[in-house]
């Protein structure tokens, strides 16, 4: 498929006049009209094997996820959009059925909320399916953009919808836009700020009072879960795509009372004290974790199954991100699998977890034996494929000081039965290319 046929057949679907569009798709840049003198602007990508798997979800879905983003970022600000443009990489191999399918997935959600695409850009290369959407939008009618930095000690914290298991049940991929709602809920009473929840309700709440400068009291007995959802995946899970606003609380009782639409519910209070606590159905208050959801991760809501499949690189450093978020100092990691099994992969994600900003120092340590990375705590990475005897040679290496000042991740650690008790031990089973099993023991 050739990329200027692909934009002609574009612009052929785009007959229907529209007086909003002074330029649309062929030049350089689209020029649109606007009816107030400021524009919104957000800008969103998504990735294959990341935030959509191409082979299973399709091209369609894929395409609607990336413009439905895109929307949710608009409503989470009470906005109109006013038009899109789309910059897409796609891979060399890729149909062109699968590529009109894609823009049909974006298009027909485009059009549902009066959102013409006008332009942007095409490429082909040999990676994975890439689709940046950018939209315009324009404040709505007589309502300001809400902000995450006005919240106020004493304001209610409210979510629409039910949170959790978005991505194990795909409706990260069919979600509706709160636009509507949005608009409605400012036209009835003014929130202090509002966000969508991309992240997990902890960590966008988080953000939230990261902005404003204050806290929160979480309710765990009024977080709306999503069916067969925990408590913890309406907490962690992420791509949930509801509102989560906060505003004075008597405007949120009369807001509640009258309310007819998707619901809400009040899960907490903003506080003037720093930092998220979680208060249990017996008053018992804890503080929560802001951690936000990592996309396209194979676990969902701060949960580590014993048992994970990923079916990409990026998979696995997302588990990896998640199993390094969890480590402390003094725990060692045996990481047991054949060659090409992905251990190095694997401690990479792990690295980021520990804090590590830059993961390409990040390689095997075969013919160096040890390799420290500057993590929040040192982080040691052992190959002792190449130790004639490792119980020995571990000593040799500093193995019992390595251990006191920071975490250990030891590939090939069956090699040597001195660390058979290690805190974790994760066995990686090959099972193609691109997928991996990974088996997770904590002790």
């Given at each position: 498929?050739?990329?200027?046929?692909f934009?002609?057949?574009?612009?052929?679907?785009?007959?229907?006049p529209?007086?909003?569009?002074?330029?649309?798709?062929?030049?350089?840049c689209?020029?649109?009209?606007?009816?107030?003198?400021?524009?919104?602007?957000?800008?969103?990508?998504?990735?294959d094997?990341?935030?959509?798997?191409?082979?299973?979800?399709?091209?369609?879905?894929?395409?609607?996820?990336a413009?439905?983003?895109?929307?949710?970022?608009?409503?989470?600000?009470?906005?109109?959009?006013?038009?899109?443009v789309?910059?897409?990489?796609?891979?060399?191999?890729?149909?062109?059925?699968l590529?009109?399918?894609?823009?049909?997935?974006?298009?027909?959600?485009?059009?549902?909320?009066?959102?013409?695409?006008?332009?942007?850009?095409?490429?082909?290369w040999?990676?994975?399916?890439?689709?940046?959407?950018?939209?315009?939008?324009?404040?709505?009618?007589?309502?300001?953009?809400?902000?995450?930095?006005?919240?106020?000690?004493?304001?209610?914290?409210?979510?629409?919808?039910?949170?959790g298991?978005?991505?194990?049940?795909?409706?990260?991929?069919?979600?509706?836009?709160?636009?509507?709602?949005?608009?409605?809920?400012?036209?009835?009473?003014?929130?202090?700020?509002?966000?969508?929840?991309?992240?997990?309700?902890?960590?966008d709440?988080?953000?939230?009072?990261?902005?404003?400068?204050?806290?929160?009291?979480?309710?765990?007995?009024?977080?709306?879960?999503?069916?067969?959802?925990?408590?913890?995946?309406?907490?962690?899970?992420?791509?949930?795509?509801?509102?989560?606003f906060t505003?004075?609380a008597?405007?949120?009782?009369?807001?509640?009372?009258?309310?007819r639409?998707?619901?809400?519910?009040?899960?907490?209070?903003?506080t003037?004290?720093?930092g998220?606590?979680?208060?249990?159905s017996?008053g018992?208050?804890?503080?929560?974790?802001?951690?936000?959801?990592?996309?396209?991760?194979?676990?969902?809501?701060?949960?580590?199954?014993?048992?994970?499949?990923?079916?990409?690189?990026?998979?696995?450093?997302?588990?990896?991100?998640?199993?390094?978020?969890?480590?402390?100092?003094?725990?060692?990691?045996?990481?047991?699998g054949?060659?090409?099994?992905?251990?190095?992969?694997l401690?990479?994600?792990?690295?980021?977890?520990?804090?590590?900003?830059?993961?390409?120092?990040?390689?095997?340590?075969t013919?160096?034996?040890?390799?420290?990375?500057?993590g929040?705590?040192?982080?040691?990475?052992?190959?002792?494929?190449?130790?004639?005897?490792?119980?020995?040679?571990?000593?040799?290496l500093?193995?019992?000081?390595?251990?006191?000042?920071?975490?250990?991740?030891?590939e090939w650690?069956?090699?040597?039965?001195?660390?058979?008790?290690?805190?974790?031990?994760?066995?990686i089973?090959?099972?193609?290319?691109?997928?991996?099993?990974?088996?997770?023991?904590?002790?």
């Amino acid at each position: 498929m050739q990329e200027f046929d692909f934009i002609r057949w574009i612009r052929q679907r785009q007959q229907k006049p529209d007086d909003r569009i002074i330029a649309g798709p062929g030049d350089d840049c689209a020029i649109v009209r606007a009816s107030d003198d400021r524009i919104l602007v957000t800008t969103d990508q998504v990735l294959d094997g990341v935030h959509f798997r191409l082979k299973d979800d399709g091209a369609k879905l894929a395409g609607r996820k990336a413009m439905a983003r895109n929307l949710s970022d608009v409503a989470a600000m009470a906005a109109r959009p006013l038009a899109a443009v789309a910059a897409v990489a796609l891979p060399k191999k890729l149909s062109r059925k699968l590529a009109q399918d894609m823009y049909e997935g974006m298009e027909e959600l485009a059009n549902q909320f009066n959102c013409p695409i006008v332009g942007g850009d095409i490429s082909m290369w040999d990676g994975a399916l890439t689709i940046t959407i950018t939209i315009l939008a324009t404040p709505a009618s007589g309502i300001e953009p809400v902000l995450r930095s006005g919240a106020k000690p004493g304001d209610a914290v409210i979510v629409s919808g039910a949170l959790g298991r978005s991505w194990k049940t795909d409706r990260h991929l069919t979600f509706t836009p709160r636009i509507a709602e949005s608009i409605e809920i400012c036209a009835k009473a003014r929130p202090s700020a509002m966000i969508d929840i991309s992240d997990g309700l902890a960590g966008d709440l988080g953000h939230i009072c990261n902005e404003s400068g204050v806290g929160a009291d979480l309710l765990a007995s009024q977080i709306p879960c999503s069916d067969g959802a925990t408590l913890a995946q309406a907490l962690g899970d992420g791509e949930d795509y509801e509102l989560l606003f906060t505003m004075d609380a008597r405007k949120a009782d009369e807001l509640l009372a009258q309310w007819r639409g998707v619901k809400l519910s009040r899960v907490g209070t903003i506080t003037a004290r720093k930092g998220i606590m979680m208060i249990d159905s017996d008053g018992h208050a804890a503080p929560l974790s802001v951690k936000g959801w990592e996309h396209g991760r194979a676990d969902a809501g701060g949960e580590l199954p014993e048992v994970v499949t990923t079916r990409s690189p990026a998979d696995t450093r997302k588990l990896g991100r998640k199993i390094g978020s969890l480590l402390k100092k003094g725990d060692v990691v045996s990481l047991i699998g054949d060659l090409g099994a992905g251990k190095t992969v694997l401690v990479r994600g792990i690295a980021q977890g520990l804090g590590l900003d830059d993961d390409s120092l990040v390689s095997s340590p075969t013919y160096v034996l040890a390799q420290e990375y500057p993590g929040n705590i040192p982080i040691y990475h052992l190959d002792i494929y190449r130790l004639l005897d490792a119980n020995v040679e571990l000593e040799a290496l500093g193995l019992d000081e390595m251990i006191q000042q920071g975490v250990v991740l030891v590939e090939w650690a069956d090699r040597a039965p001195r660390l058979a008790g290690a805190k974790w031990e994760i066995r990686i089973e090959l099972l193609s290319p691109r997928s991996r099993r990974f088996h997770i023991r904590r002790r």
